[in-house]
């Protein structure tokens, strides 16, 4: 038990965050999580890295310690320099949590954490970059949707982008997947308000603190958001939201989503980015054309391009990039999802045109990659799947699509 | 010597036609040729495999001759059902060559055929099924420009399909590639303009007579191109264009151009037709996008997501589709490409992109497969193409470019 993490400090740090029926170690490891997000910038591959190699509360009292306690670091196995250098970065951050926590039960937020079953274990794939904690505003529920996609884009975005935006993003929602986006003004806009006006879910990303809705021109937005479906930061309540915070919470939606689609860019746009982490973690990247005159669309044209982002015209396009069947098929909801049959996950975690290695297939479809293996096999056997060097392809039944 | 076919007939057929110079072999293939594409419709593989097996004046004294006369048909081992077909197909058309060949002298046409020094070699990637010859007002010489792009699209075109469909065809143009579109309203007429317009040169590929100039609307502008381009078709004059012939002429604008690029098409427009004819020659498709909410480009984007069409936003674009390098890379001219070096040649003929197997880049580059094949070996060993199990791609040397 750790003198700097007691139980009684935590407790009290964690009033009306948490849920009150939290064991001792587990509020010690919330309130561990917490405390990280008021230390570090998002995305610190050394808190990451030492946080999984020590657990939280461990990792914490370290970072917190004086330089004297801290002799035996060096078995951790992390580069000694880098570790201070992140020691260096903590520190002075120390007692920043105090408000941060006040500044979260003021906006009524609540913390999720890795440890919580509302976590989305998506971001998971930023590995020691993933996000520490959530701060949440609204239906953590939401987090755990099956299919998401990350509707992206522009904040100078046309009259011709914002409505294709809208239009994408009310059909996705009704639809039942879940519409990521950063609450911008332009694209991510119009992509919230097309969700919402649907009636579906659909979460805004900050780059600041839940608490501190950005931009101010947005508050309302991003009050509805919270309401009928959820705002989140990884960053403390208080925070401002820097330009470092904006390219980091970029991951964060990249990650969160099954797709990322960019429907308005200019050449360099900042829309790119989130595509960028989307294409980093192996996610399909889609980009709306538009008029090869206008400047807001020739982010996506390169896209295209340059980084095979697939051609979306509509919320069919969508779904055919979070690999599941034209229009007919459903999307598997939460409750569906557990009511599927094996085969039937497999075949929905395939695509018809991009190969995915097992690795993948069992990943989207939450089995270990040796059950979907196995079922790949029998499904190949069955004619159903098709295998090539790169990967698992489904096979269509019907006849391929013609195009004359 | 024949009695069907013989010299004196010949020369006076094709007088002002061809060459006055001709040996009597060759004015007796020209003919041949010639009356040849007054008994078929265009693409009829009979004819061609028959003229392939035969020879051209052969084929045509059986095709010309009694029933009783055709005994040793079997010989040539094609079906039998399908060259009596033929048979039946051509004989009711005996006897139209005077006036067809009277037609194309009074519009001031010319006849091309397989054996002339201007013959389109590209056409002989369609086999059999290849036009028997060209009937052409204006300059010959222009069907054997090292760079064609096929520049398509829906005669029903808005007003951004033609801006943009002509400031593309007026850049590739003033680069020296030449145009190839279909003369129709909307995208071709707009294709040739800007061509003409930039002094570049262009084709119209016509589905009837060159001396009969379809649509009527276009009849200046058919006129203009035939003064500053080249008219062809390859039904002889005299001849209607029909729904077929629109069709077959969709595949001699594919074939005469190393890449074909869609502007503007609606989900069942004729120009993917065209798209078609290129993709199954093997030549790389480019479409280019518009608003999703415009009818007018749901072809294009179609391309893209089913065909692997390149998102096409200008003539830079299309010159990487023909494989040539970025704007300070000259595309080389018909004088440019005897001077070039072989190696310069192979690394012209590949793309960063696209691998091409060791035929196509000889076919590309002018060299034989196994001369090519010999550079693109020396050309890897010095790191600067990669050799795939699809093909051979260029290695850029500069970095690859960075979206973010």
């Known amino acids: 038990m750790s003198a700097l993490v007691d139980v009684a400090t935590a407790r009290r740090g964690m009033a009306a965050l948490v849920d009150e029926g939290l064991g001792d170690e587990e509020i010690q490891r919330a309130y561990a999580h917490a405390v990280w997000s008021t230390l570090v910038e998002p995305g610190d591959g050394v808190a990451g890295a030492l946080i999984e ?14 330089t004297s306690e801290r002799a035996a ?11 201070r250098a992140g020691y260096a970065r903590w520190q002075p951050r120390r007692g920043d949590a105090v408000s941060a926590f006040d500044a979260a039960r003021r906006a009524g937020a609540r913390l999720l954490t890795p440890d919580d ?8 794939d930023l590995g020691v970059h993933a996000p520490l904690c959530l701060w ?44 990521v986006s950063g609450a911008a003004y332009g694209i991510d806009g119009a992509a919230h308000r097309g969700a919402l006006h649907a ?57 969160l989503s099954g797709a990322t689609v960019v429907v308005e860019a200019a050449q360099r746009s900042g829309a790119l980015n989130t595509a960028y982490h989307a294409a980093s973690l192996g996610r399909p990247l889609g980009a709306v054309p538009g008029p090869v005159t206008s400047a807001a669309s020739a982010g996506c044209h390169r896209l295209m391009r340059e980084a095979d982002a697939v051609c ?48 993948e297939v069992a990943r989207r479809s939450g089995f270990s990659p040796a059950d979907a293996g196995g079922v790949l096999g029998l499904l190949e056997l069955d004619g159903r799947v098709e295998r090539a060097p790169t990967g698992w392809t489904r096979r269509s039944t019907a006849s391929p699509p013609r195009l004359w």
């Open 53 to 66: 190699a020590l657990g939280v509360v461990r990792a914490l009292e370290l970072a917190l310690s004086q």
């Open 73 to 83: 670091t060096s078995e951790i196995g992390l580069d000694d320099r880098e570790l």
């Open 117 to 124: 079953a509302a976590w989305p274990v998506a971001v998971r």
């Open 136 to 179: 949440v505003r609204g239906d953590t529920g939401i987090l755990r949707t099956p299919a998401a996609v990350a509707l992206v884009g522009a904040r100078a975005a046309t009259a011709y982008g914002t409505h294709v935006a809208s239009q994408i993003a009310a059909e996705c929602a009704a639809d039942g997947i879940l519409v």
């Open 199 to 255: 009636a579906g879910p659909t979460i805004a990303v900050l780059a600041g603190g839940v608490d501190r809705p950005y931009p101010a021109g947005h508050g309302d937005l991003i009050s509805q958001i919270a309401r009928s479906g959820t705002v989140i930061a990884e960053v403390p309540c208080g925070s401002a939201p820097t330009k470092w915070r904006f390219l980091a919470r970029n991951r964060v939606i990249a990650a």
């Open 312 to 359: 979306v015209t509509g919320s069919a396009d969508v779904r055919e990039l979070l690999g599941y069947g034209p229009e007919s098929d459903p999307i598997p909801g939460a409750e569906d999802a557990a009511r599927t049959d094996g085969t039937t996950r497999i075949m929905d975690a395939l695509s018809a045109r991009t190969p995915r290695t097992t690795d």
